[in-house]
């Protein structure tokens, strides 16, 4: 089946600061979600993003669907940023398969 | 903005006992999921259902599990006889019809079994 793998697996980011969350999947997909997973265990949706660039205040994400790869964009990170963040993938059985995801901790 | 729901949030049980979880899908949604994560792993697939059937399940979706539609609103997943390893987060889901949908996710109920 499909494998979905994320990176970093942990960063630790003072807050104000960038990052880049990458999810590479191993075979062509229909449909691509981010999650971000708060402390109390939610999931939380950022992203419906089968192709192309979408942003929402500091969260943007591109996916370049044919070179099999998405990334999320934080910027200027605050505390509540921290948790963990999951690529979620689908490739036509109608179930989505999840990355290990990236635990990110923003420092105040 | 229409969401999911899931009921109880939290369920605590007794090895050997059966549970049930509930899921309210959005209303519209024709397609419903169950997805299950153990404590610090990430989230698995267990079982998808569609027009009163599951089209498709997991291998850990043995027999101790079910799924039901008992009505035009509600999804349950049942757990006969829970054991240790099925400690964990639960998370419904469900999606309209259609090629390319997004799912959307429920709050998850939090099972733990002592």
């Known amino acids: 089946g499909i494998q979905v793998e994320q990176s970093p697996p942990d960063l630790i980011l003072q807050e104000g600061a960038n990052s880049t969350l990458r999810c590479n999947f191993s075979?062509?997909?229909?449909?691509l979600q981010w999650f971000h997973q708060n402390p109390w265990g939610q999931l939380i949706n950022l992203f419906y993003?089968?192709?192309g660039t979408k942003q929402n205040g500091r969260l943007s994400a591109t996916t370049v669907a044919t070179e099999r790869y998405s990334l999320l964009y934080i910027s200027s990170s605050q505390t509540t940023d921290s948790g963990v963040y999951f690529c979620?993938?689908?490739?036509?059985?109608?179930?989505?398969?999840f990355g290990t995801g990236t635990r990110l901790k923003v420092l105040a | 903005e229409p969401e999911v729901t899931q009921t109880p949030s939290h369920q605590v049980t007794q090895m050997g006992q059966e549970v049930i979880l509930r899921c309210v899908p959005i209303?519209?949604?024709?397609?419903f999921y169950w997805y299950r994560q153990i404590l610090g792993q990430k989230v698995e697939f267990l079982v998808s259902f569609y027009n009163n059937e599951i089209s498709e399940k997991s291998e850990i979706f043995d027999d101790q599990f079910s799924v039901e539609r008992p009505d035009g609103s509600n999804f349950t997943l049942k757990i006969r006889s829970t054991k240790l390893e099925d400690s964990a987060m639960y998370f419904c889901a469900s999606t309209s019809q259609g090629a390319f949908y997004e799912q959307y996710f429920g709050p998850g109920t939090r099972l733990t079994v002592t």
């Open positions: 209303s519209n949604h024709l397609y």
């Open positions: 979620a993938v689908e490739s036509g059985t109608y179930k989505y398969i």
């Open positions: 075979d062509s997909v229909n449909n």
């Open positions: 993003i089968p192709s």
